[in-house]
């Protein structure tokens, strides 16, 4: 753990660890979700993509003061890369940083994805299981059918949920990062996800989201992709 989790206890629940993870753990990525955007923009050129990006910041009255040079990636705004919630993040975002598992997934090769998959995601969330074990439950996915995109919602939503139990969503120290964090997820998840509040409200609570994160982060995944 880092000294900023030691400093509060490393209590992830706690508000003054999340301002300081987002304090000294937030910088930019590239571009929105592909859903924010025009429709005709997913076969743009990167320059449009970009620009479109930071008109979008702008109406929402963010800044766009970003390091457009950093390695680019689909669909991210920012990055968020504590050790801390490591694991958490990886069972977000290897699913959702590419647009599906390739199909090389055969059927008879189902168990072996089963079992590669849960083992991965075992490893994975174990180490914040064990800081927070009242408030990490263990992941659940129905399997059958296989479904790519069905596999990568069901990761990403349960992933978000267990991040949003650490998020302040009256905080006003995470407000202006949420509103951007929110541009980083799909319309249908922002919309979807916490049904019981109204759409800016729920906006605010994706403040710690983490949804960049690629498959080096888990080695024993990468044969997915």
């Given at each position: 753990?880092?000294?900023?989790?030691?400093?509060?206890?490393?209590?992830?629940?706690?508000?003054?660890?999340?301002?300081?993870?987002?304090?000294?753990?937030?910088?930019?990525?590239?571009?929105?979700?592909?859903?924010?955007?025009?429709?005709?923009?997913?076969?743009?050129?990167?320059?449009?993509?970009?620009?479109?990006?930071?008109?979008?910041?702008?109406?929402?009255?963010?800044?766009?003061?970003?390091?457009?040079?950093?390695?680019?990636?689909?669909?991210?705004?920012?990055?968020?890369?504590?050790?801390?919630?490591?694991?958490?993040?990886?069972?977000?975002?290897?699913?959702?940083?590419?647009?599906?598992?390739?199909?090389?997934?055969?059927?008879?090769?189902?168990?072996?994805?089963?079992?590669?998959?849960?083992?991965?995601?075992?490893?994975?969330?174990?180490?914040?299981?064990?800081?927070?074990?009242?408030?990490?439950?263990?992941?659940?996915?129905?399997?059958?059918?296989?479904?790519?995109?069905?596999?990568?919602?069901?990761?990403?939503?349960?992933?978000?949920?267990?991040?949003?139990?650490?998020?302040?969503?009256?905080?006003?120290?995470?407000?202006?990062?949420?509103?951007?964090?929110?541009?980083?997820?799909?319309?249908?998840?922002?919309?979807?996800?916490?049904?019981?509040?109204?759409?800016?409200?729920?906006?605010?609570?994706?403040?710690?989201?983490?949804?960049?994160?690629?498959?080096?982060?888990?080695?024993?995944w990468t044969w997915l992709f």
């Amino acid at each position: 753990m880092t000294d900023a989790c030691a400093t509060v206890g490393c209590d992830l629940t706690s508000s003054a660890w999340v301002r300081t993870l987002l304090r000294f753990n937030l910088s930019p990525a590239s571009y929105a979700d592909p859903s924010w955007l025009p429709r005709w923009a997913a076969d743009a050129a990167p320059a449009v993509i970009e620009a479109l990006s930071v008109d979008l910041l702008r109406d929402r009255g963010l800044d766009t003061a970003f390091d457009w040079h950093m390695p680019k990636g689909p669909g991210r705004f920012f990055m968020l890369a504590p050790r801390e919630l490591a694991a958490l993040s990886v069972a977000v975002g290897i699913a959702a940083h590419r647009d599906s598992l390739r199909q090389v997934v055969l059927k008879p090769r189902l168990g072996a994805l089963r079992s590669s998959l849960g083992d991965a995601l075992d490893t994975l969330w174990l180490p914040v299981a064990e800081a927070v074990p009242r408030s990490v439950r263990p992941l659940s996915i129905s399997w059958e059918p296989l479904d790519a995109p069905r596999l990568r919602q069901t990761l990403r939503g349960e992933g978000m949920r267990q991040l949003l139990r650490f998020v302040d969503a009256g905080d006003p120290a995470q407000k202006a990062v949420a509103s951007r964090a929110v541009l980083c997820a799909p319309r249908e998840v922002a919309a979807n996800l916490l049904p019981r509040l109204p759409a800016d409200e729920a906006a605010h609570a994706f403040g710690a989201i983490v949804t960049h994160l690629i498959p080096r982060w888990a080695p024993s995944w990468t044969w997915l992709f």
